[in-house]
């Protein structure tokens, strides 16, 4: 079958309208059912979705007439040839779960999925429409999908071209759209191409389950096993891949709001957690993913981020100092010598190291013992005097004991919430326990 893939492109002049209705709608709302979604599609499956539609339980009728089914092996076999018989029909349920895609993690699964799900359901329309009434539905699709694809691509450039950009680097949301948006239709045209000389890549046709050629998330699911999506070669000169586009939208999780340092705090732990970030910048440099070039300016980045907020605090602090009520003596600006002095020191020990688990480990101890060689000599100071942070960095039970009513509250430490976003990113980017710090050695150093 010839397919004409010069519609199938995202224009990045033209974005597509939002269509509120017509024969194809894409729900915001998560499907992620046992038969769709995010979610292995098997045959089985298939059937026991497509028996239980047919055979709906009432469980409020009486006379029941069909029992729940949990086994293929209690579908008769007469339904299977049913289903092989039946008149088309529409499924609108089907193409609702062939675009329920996370969107959150891999960008490369992401436009595989997207993409794949599209050619499926082009394929599907023109196996049973034609004329005007094809052109019709296939402009309906062409919309909608390119209205997802570019919410997609925004959000990453947003997300990561924005953060760059608002930490010294000019022109990179675009780029980063560019570079989704190229990927995106190179693998539509891969697609198509495949199934040009593949029609029967699900390998469905003469068997029992042939049926399920008019089901989008399943033919979508194969065809994404079938053909493995390359790299355009037009775009191997550009600078970034989607891999690290993921793992730098990752990153950025952790940098995209002003609570970066605990307002309890005082210089070491501003440091600390400063360092932290630092860190987690290191670990998505050493990612094989990650070219050099574009781990130096997510890292140049991240500390000029991490200066912007210190200044942004210092700010607001000298604001107050011509209040003649402000004790500045009690609450003076954040010394940043002190901070970085802290974060210096936690990337010195992780190149001496070279573990993480053991260098943050060894810095929280390092923090710790610097606060508190501070409080008779920095006594004046509300953050050494009274310290809340490191006094309840361990163990913070006193918040707590005079609620009655505290479900729903996060009672963690300020160690614990340290080590489980750590232990978070950690996997996330290097998919590896290696790097991860086991949270009952918070006996070591307590």
């Not at 599209?118 to 429409?129: C, G, M, N, P, Q």
């Not at 003649?324 to 002095?341: A, F, H, L």
């Not at 976003?421 to 710090?437: E, P």
Request: glycine share 4%; charged share 30%; net charge negative.
């Amino acid at each position: 079958m010839q397919i004409n893939t010069s519609s199938l492109f995202v224009n990045l002049n033209s974005r597509p309208p939002v269509l509120h209705n017509g024969f194809f709608k894409l729900s915001d709302k998560k499907i992620h059912s046992f038969y769709g979604g995010n979610t292995e599609i098997t045959k089985e499956n298939a059937l026991l979705y497509r028996y239980r539609m047919a055979n709906p339980i009432k469980i409020f009728e009486k006379d029941q007439k069909y029992k729940p089914i949990d086994n293929i092996s209690d579908v008769p076999r007469e339904f299977l040839d049913q289903l092989n018989e039946e008149r088309y029909s529409w499924d609108e349920f089907r193409f609702q779960s062939a675009f329920d895609i996370e969107w959150g993690g891999d960008l490369d699964y992401i436009l595989s999925r997207l993409a794949a799900s599209y050619i499926t359901a082009s394929e599907h329309l023109k196996s049973h429409f034609g004329g005007a009434e094809l052109e019709e539905h296939m402009d309906q699709l062409d919309a909608v999908v390119s209205k997802v694809m570019n919410q997609r691509a925004d959000v990453f450039a947003e997300n990561v071209g924005g953060f760059l950009e608002n930490n010294g680097f000019v022109g990179e949301k675009e780029k980063i759209y560019d570079i989704i948006a190229s990927e995106y239709n190179n693998k539509i045209r891969q697609y198509s191409e495949y199934i040009k000389k593949n029609s029967d890549y699900a390998h469905l046709k003469g068997t029992e389950y042939e049926w399920l050629s008019n089901d989008i998330a399943y033919m979508a699911q194969e065809l994404r096993k079938a053909c493995d999506t390359t790299l355009n070669p037009d775009t191997l000169g550009e600078r970034y891949s989607l891999e690290e586009i993921s793992l730098a939208n990752r990153l950025v999780q952790d940098l995209s709001f002003d609570g970066l340092f605990d307002s309890l705090g005082n210089e070491e732990s501003f440091g600390l957690d400063a360092g932290m970030l630092l860190l987690k910048t290191q670990l998505f440099a050493e990612n094989n993913m990650v070219s050099k070039q574009f781990a130096d300016k997510m890292t140049s980045a991240v500390n000029t981020r991490i200066d912007d907020v210190i200044n942004k605090i210092n700010n607001r602090i000298l604001r107050l100092y011509d209040d003649p009520y402000y004790d500045k003596e009690r609450s003076p600006v954040y010394d940043k010598s002190e901070i970085y002095d802290v974060s210096r020191m936690m990337l010195k020990i992780y190149k001496e190291k070279g573990n993480y688990s053991e260098t943050i480990l060894e810095s929280i101890k390092y923090a710790l013992n610097r606060s508190k060689s501070k409080e008779d000599i920095n006594g004046i100071v509300d953050r050494y005097k009274v310290n809340y942070y490191w006094k309840r960095f361990y163990d913070n039970s006193e918040c707590f004991r005079q609620f009655y009513y505290s479900e729903g509250v996060d009672k963690r430490t300020s160690y614990q919430k340290l080590i489980d976003s750590w232990n978070s990113y950690a996997y996330d980017v290097s998919k590896l326990q290696d790097c991860q710090v086991a949270i009952n050695r918070v006996s070591v150093l307590a």
